[in-house]
T-cell receptor, first 107, second 118 residues
Framework: DIQMTQSPSTLSASVGDRVTITCRAS??????LAWYQQKPGKAPKSLIY???ALQSGVPTRFSGSGSGTEFTLTISSLQPDDFATYYC?????????FGPGTKVDFK | EVQLVESGGGLVQPGGSLRLSCAAS????????MDWVRQAPAKGLEWVGR??????????EYSASVKGIFTISRDDSKNSLYLQMNSLKSEDTAVYFC?????????WGQGTTVIDSS
């Protein structure tokens, strides 16, 4: 099975900061990676698919990059609505697996 | 509006069974793969399984933790997805989400909660 790791596990930041989260796969997953945002008590929200494609309606301050085994999610200028937990997930064969999550909280 | 609404969660005794449902609306349900994902209290997301569409023979995939115990099915005539859970254990306590398996999982329901009553 492909294992997904994320770093950091927690990130403290301020409004306006540039934030980068890293996701690593235990083997190459080509570009088959998605990112999700989840707020407490809510369902996850899809942000990015195929490593860098923005879902419809997602603000352009979110961007994704990477290929192979290393991927990043970047928020160019953190907004109050962005404080949440972020998960990566590979879509390269079964079982699908999620990373453990990165919580972005207030500095 | 594209929407998924789960139902059927509740209290369950260890060893019991439960069937979750997910009602889809606002899109052509029969065209899409569908997923179940769960989240134990204060834990991360865990993929449970997937069912493909009719064009792909409704085949299914499962995580190792539920394979042979949980069964995913769908009824395209009712725009509905199901998760039959048998031999439930305390570690199955979680919020269960259904999601549309398209470009990742692009649409999610609000979740339904399954709680171990022991």
């Amino acid at each position: 099975d492909i294992q997904m790791t994320q770093s950091p596990s927690t990130l403290s930041a301020s409004v306006g900061d540039r934030v980068t989260i890293t996701c690593r796969a235990s083997q190459s997953i080509s570009g088959k990676l998605a990112w999700y945002q989840q707020k407490p008590g809510k369902a996850p929200k899809s942000l990015i698919y195929m490593a860098s494609a923005l879902q419809s309606g997602v603000p352009t301050r979110f961007s994704g990059s990477g290929s192979g085994t290393e991927f990043t999610l970047t928020i160019s200028s953190l907004q109050p609505d962005d404080f949440a937990t972020y998960y990566c997930q590979h879509d390269y064969g079964y079982p699908l697996t999620f990373g453990p999550g990165t919580k972005v909280d207030f500095k | 509006e594209v929407q998924l609404v789960e139902s059927g969660g509740g209290l369950v005794q260890p060893g019991g069974s439960l069937r979750l449902s997910c009602a889809a609306s606002g899109f052509s349900f029969s065209d899409y793969y569908m997923d179940w994902v769960r989240q134990a209290p204060a834990k991360g997301l865990e993929w449970v399984g997937r069912i493909r569409n009719k064009a792909n023979s409704y085949t299914t995939e499962y995580s190792a933790s539920v394979k042979g115990i949980f069964t995913i099915s769908r009824d395209d005539s009712k725009n509905s997805l199901y998760l039959q859970m048998n031999s439930l254990k305390s570690e199955d306590t979680a919020v269960y989400f259904c999601a549309r398996g398209h470009f990742g999982m692009d649409v999610w329901g609000q979740g339904t909660t399954v709680i171990d009553s022991s």
